[in-house]
């Protein structure tokens, strides 16, 4: 049987009646003869809360107990879910990132997955289970649990679609699939049938929020098919598409989506002839790439340095090129 890899975002599996039709999606699938593995996220706001709440015990950012009160939004999702299917007479377990196999490289909040260790998800499928995991999450050598960032089910989705050699990894979402602006603000959007995986991880990097951008990097790379629909609604949703292998460039050509981010943060440098001093350049590309700090994008003028990274990484950012850089002086 062909494995296909579903993966369900917090609005998707926000409460009872969206878990209804998650199952419903899932048991289609089954029915059909498909071996599926679910990745979900928390329900609705549970990761906002929780981060909320932590600040009621603690005013300082403790990343690893973090990363554990965070995870368990996903697992309680996966419990509820897998718990409703075996209600509806489907064999399903829950597992959770540790459980699953997914190994990260300890990075606490932002974690790389290094590998998928698959042959325990595999044992599940072969067995004719329905696999339930946990998104966001995985462990590191030491069975410390590191969360992906943001919107991480995605690469948790993408990174077993991979290891698995799945059929297809369909990303279920509240629309039918990616548009050229986001309808809640540009009503006249339009649905597109599909969009190559760079535009997408441009689009992505610069504010959409369909997709993880890392996901799709990671998709790209691995060639993994991709789709992009809805939980909700009939539709073909959105293929992700290699423009070499599938689709003739010229025909693409032109815009095909306008985002805007509001989770970003400009860093400015300000001083004297700092463009003359390549030193410095180097040194904040240095940095970033130690902490595996994305910058989104950097100019230059005579007397300044303008950096854009996420709102989430600016003060750490901040304060680790004051120290370093204030000391080159």
């Given at each position: 049987?062909?494995?296909?890899?579903?993966?369900?975002?917090?609005?998707?599996?926000?409460?009872?009646?969206?878990?209804?039709?998650?199952?419903?999606?899932?048991i289609e699938a089954y029915?059909?003869?498909?071996?599926?593995?679910?990745?979900?996220?928390?329900?609705?706001?549970?990761?906002?809360?929780?981060?909320?709440?932590?600040?009621?015990?603690?005013?300082?950012?403790?990343?690893?107990?973090?990363?554990?009160?965070?995870?368990?939004?996903?697992?309680?999702?996966?419990?509820?879910?897998?718990?409703?299917?075996?209600?509806?007479?489907?064999?399903?377990?829950?597992?959770?990132?540790?459980?699953?196999?997914?190994?990260?490289?300890?990075?606490?909040?932002?974690?790389?997955?290094?590998?998928?260790?698959?042959?325990?998800?595999?044992?599940?499928?072969?067995?004719?289970?329905?696999?339930?995991?946990?998104?966001?999450?995985?462990?590191?050598?030491?069975?410390?649990?590191?969360?992906?960032?943001?919107?991480?089910?995605?690469?948790?989705?993408?990174?077993?679609?991979?290891?698995?050699?799945?059929?297809?990894?369909?990303?279920?979402?509240?629309?039918?699939?990616?548009?050229?602006?986001?309808?809640?603000?540009?009503?006249?959007?339009?649905?597109?049938?599909?969009?190559?995986?760079?535009?997408?991880?441009?689009?992505?990097?610069?504010?959409?929020?369909?997709?993880?951008?890392?996901?799709?990097?990671?998709?790209?790379?691995?060639?993994?098919?991709?789709?992009?629909?809805?939980?909700?609604?009939?539709?073909?949703?959105?293929?992700?598409?290699?423009?070499?292998?599938?689709t003739d460039m010229l025909?693409?050509?032109?815009?095909?989506?306008?985002?805007?981010?509001?989770n970003i943060s400009k860093?400015?440098?300000?001083?004297?002839?700092?463009?003359?001093?390549?030193?410095?350049?180097?040194?904040?590309?240095?940095?970033?790439?130690?902490?595996?700090?994305?910058?989104?994008?950097?100019?230059?003028?005579?007397?300044?340095?303008?950096?854009?990274?996420?709102?989430?990484?600016?003060?750490?950012?901040?304060?680790?090129?004051?120290?370093?850089?204030?000391?080159?002086?």
């Amino acid at each position: 049987m062909e494995i296909v890899v579903q993966k369900y975002g917090g609005t998707s599996v926000a409460d009872k009646d969206k878990l209804e039709q998650v199952c419903l999606k899932i048991i289609e699938a089954y029915n059909k003869g498909e071996s599926v593995v679910v990745v979900v996220s928390a329900q609705g706001d549970t990761t906002d809360n929780l981060i909320s709440n932590a600040k009621r015990y603690s005013k300082k950012k403790h990343k690893r107990e973090m990363d554990l009160l965070l995870s368990t939004g996903e697992m309680k999702t996966v419990a509820y879910l897998t718990m409703m299917l075996k209600d509806k007479g489907y064999d399903a377990i829950s597992l959770t990132g540790e459980q699953a196999g997914i190994i990260t490289n300890g990075d606490y909040g932002s974690a790389k997955v290094i590998k998928v260790i698959k042959e325990n998800i595999e044992k599940h499928i072969n067995d004719g289970k329905i696999v339930v995991v946990t998104g966001f999450q995985g462990v590191d050598k030491f069975g410390n649990i590191n969360t992906l960032g943001r919107g991480g089910s995605d690469l948790s989705a993408v990174a077993i679609a991979v290891a698995l050699e799945a059929k297809e990894c369909c990303i279920y979402t509240d629309v039918n699939g990616i548009y050229s602006a986001d309808p809640r603000i540009i009503k006249k959007a339009k649905l597109l049938k599909n969009i190559s995986f760079e535009e997408i991880l441009e689009a992505a990097t610069a504010g959409a929020k369909v997709l993880h951008n890392r996901s799709v990097g990671v998709g790209r790379i691995y060639e993994l098919p991709m789709i992009v629909k809805s939980v909700t609604e009939e539709g073909e949703g959105t293929k992700l598409i290699h423009i070499n292998k599938e689709t003739d460039m010229l025909e693409n050509y032109g815009p095909k989506i306008i985002t805007k981010n509001d989770n970003i943060s400009k860093i400015t440098i300000v001083g004297d002839s700092l463009i003359s001093y390549p030193e410095y350049i180097n040194k904040i590309f240095k940095i970033a790439a130690e902490k595996d700090f994305q910058i989104i994008m950097i100019t230059f003028s005579e007397i300044s340095i303008n950096i854009v990274v996420k709102n989430e990484i600016a003060e750490e950012f901040i304060c680790l090129l004051h120290e370093s850089l204030m000391e080159m002086k």
